[in-house]
């Protein structure tokens, strides 16, 4: 009996999981509480969101994932990690076909599209809901950057062949580097848009791990 009471100890020490306390360990269950400055949207301002689900994006260079939050309006946000020069958290929102049209000349996006990629996309109308989530003008910084989507967390296993959705992504940031503009374009036609800001990792305020 002491023998297996000391293997299994030794195989839940080995087991335990990390201090929580950098997003890059979030996992599906996980509440982060966010900072409640007015420099943040309201949807963001002093939340408490909880992690849905973690998605992998494949790509040759490597793979980058996406955490899928919740809060009390049970509006879906979106947060990765920008390993740029110095890691930022960079939320997003999902945005229709009409809300696009609204917040932007149609013909000025719609060049995110063609080649060579040096779309210039200026904000023509600020919405209430989606201000503080927009810059004034955007240039393009992504072309028909191919990879695959997988509603699975592959951070601790390799990715299962065939489970991706192949896509391309184009981009866009505004001159002062703290919004962005993508588009995600599925093989079938289907077409995400994501507006998206850029901010310190220090806006977590706290961390709270699943049960």
Known sequence: MGFLK????????????????????????DIIKLD??????????????????VNTYEYE?????????????????????????????VFSRKINRETVGELFDLGQFSQLFDEPGNALIETKNQLADLSQWLGEQYRQCEFARMGYFHQQDFRQRNIE?????????????????????EAEVYQ??????????????SDIREYWPRS
């Open 61 to 89: 260079q490597g793979n980058e994932f996406e955490w899928v939050l919740q809060g009390n309006d049970n509006v879906l946000l979106f947060m990765n990690i920008d390993d740029d020069d110095t890691q930022s958290l």
């Open 161 to 181: 062949q065939e489970t991706g959705d192949s896509f391309e992504r184009y981009g866009a940031i505004s001159d002062d580097e703290r919004y962005g503009l």
């Open 36 to 53: 409640d400055s007015f420099a943040l949207p309201a949807q963001l301002r002093g939340q408490s969101l909880e992690v849905k689900q």
């Open 188 to 201: 079938d036609g289907e077409t995400d848009v994501l507006v998206s800001l850029y901010r310190p990792l």
């Open 6 to 29: 000391s293997l299994f100890s030794k195989q839940a020490k080995k087991e335990a999981r990390p201090a929580l306390n950098h997003p890059s360990l979030l996992m599906a269950g």
